[in-house]
């Protein structure tokens, strides 16, 4: 707690902001793995907006059929098919009769059914990178709360999420928003079998295929768990981890939000270990924002887990993987591409080189750090970016210079810039 004391006051206006919650959403799933639809009655209260607004703006599934979207003091709204990455719902409200600065809209659609992953590997997975619900515009940035019921057609379904999930009857259930987050995640599994650790802390989800590994899985995740807290402090209570049931997706990814990850399955622990450092270390690096400042997020993510790596295995395996992160590098270059600047990789774009400056070049260049400034002035550092949620990288040029000097901020400047 030492540290909050030294923390500048234009930081702490900041801390408070990022903690803003923009809308609080209920809403009713229903689904339907019989007809392969999801139906969805949902409702948007828009909170803070400080005036009233003359149009508001979502991403929705370009797949959804949408039967109506009404609210208070709203003129009209248009769809545009045409828009990336979904299409778009653009809401207009005459300002005279709107009458309140906090809009409740009513949306309400349907979805259809991905049958052939639940047919053929058993689970229906729905999160912000299917757009199933109205995301806005600023996607990352914009916090709520939600508390949603749901309904399933088949007993055999467990759901898990980044929220908290209560059986309310035999397939129906609430999920509730533990922390205010930008994502609402639902994961539903057949025949799950959940593998705990540490008491009831870490809690893996999977089907019942290696259950060997998934056990410990489990406890590999409580260790790094209690590995960061100690290092960088507490942030979730919990963790629930699901493992997708599928092997050698080449499109499989994970993703991360406060309390909650998802992972493809691995073939052995080993090769998953690293993916489960990576996904857990977000809970404390995930404020790099707008796309530009991605590296706080996905560098400093990937640092942590390279860091909680040597803690357990020794420090020949962090030097292994530092070279494969410099091969890497060098084998982008062979081939005669350009890596970009961590300051001039523009956006956290799917291109080869926009990931290997990301996931690669970044650490590297906070190795670089931590054989400058020492291993407990970098935790010191990366504690604070985490604590006080720096977004930009000029706001942590600015951080490096006030906990460390000018010429190393100057330095990391230069190789950012690189
Ligand atoms: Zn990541």
Redesign the pocket.
């Known amino acids: 707690m030492k540290k909050l004391l030294a923390i500048p006051c234009l930081l702490v206006c900041f801390f408070s902001f990022a903690d803003t919650i923009h809308a609080k959403i209920r809403a009713g799933v229903s689904i339907n793995t019989k007809s392969s639809r999801i139906d969805i009655a949902l409702h948007y209260t828009i909170l803070n907006t400080g005036t009233s607004p003359d149009s508001l703006v979502f991403y929705l599934s370009s797949k959804s059929t949408i039967n109506s979207i009404t609210a208070k003091g709203m003129d009209s709204y248009r769809i545009d098919t045409g828009t990336r990455p979904e299409q778009t719902v653009v809401l207009y409200f005459d300002k005279k009769t709107a009458g309140s600065n906090d809009p409740d809209i009513f949306f309400s659609y349907s979805i259809p059914l991905d049958q052939t992953l639940l047919d053929r590997y058993g689970f229906i997975e729905l999160g912000l990178d299917w757009f199933w619900y109205p995301v806005h515009t600023d996607m990352n940035e914009w916090k709520f709360l939600y508390d949603l019921n749901l309904q399933t057609d088949r007993p055999t379904l467990q759901v898990f999420s980044n929220g908290d999930v209560e059986a309310t009857g035999r397939n129906t259930f609430t999920v509730r928003s533990k922390y205010p987050d930008f994502d609402i995640n639902l994961f539903l599994l057949e025949n799950a079998k959940v593998f705990s650790a540490a008491g009831n802390d870490v809690k893996i989800v999977g089907n019942a295929n290696n259950m060997p590994l998934k056990d410990s899985i489990a406890n590999t995740t409580a260790d790094y768990l209690s590995y960061y807290r100690k290092i960088f402090g507490m942030t979730a209570s919990s963790v629930t981890a699901v493992f997708r049931p599928i092997f050698n997706d080449p499109n499989a990814f994970g993703y991360?939000r406060k309390g909650y990850f998802v992972l493809p399955e691995g073939k052995n622990l080993a090769s998953t270990t690293v993916y489960i450092a990576?996904?857990l270390a977000?809970f404390w690096f995930i404020y790099g924002e707008p796309k530009e400042n991605a590296w706080l997020?996905?560098s400093f993510?990937e640092y942590s887990a390279m860091l909680a790596v040597r803690h357990f295995k020794g420090d020949s395996v962090f030097q292994e993987i530092i070279r494969d992160k410099h091969e890497r590098l060098n084998r982008l270059i062979r081939d005669g591409r350009t890596i970009p600047a961590i300051l001039r990789n523009g956006a956290k774009n799917k291109t080869v080189p926009s990931q290997v400056a990301l996931y690669n070049k970044g650490p590297l260049i906070l190795e670089k750090l931590r054989l400058l400034i020492g291993e407990e002035k970098l935790l010191d550092i990366m504690r604070a970016v985490s604590v006080q949620k720096i977004r930009t990288t000029e706001e942590f040029l600015t951080l490096l210079s006030e906990l460390t000097s000018v010429k190393t901020a100057e330095f990391l400047r230069d190789e950012l810039m690189q």
């Open positions: 991360s990576h996904e977000h997020t996905e993510a």
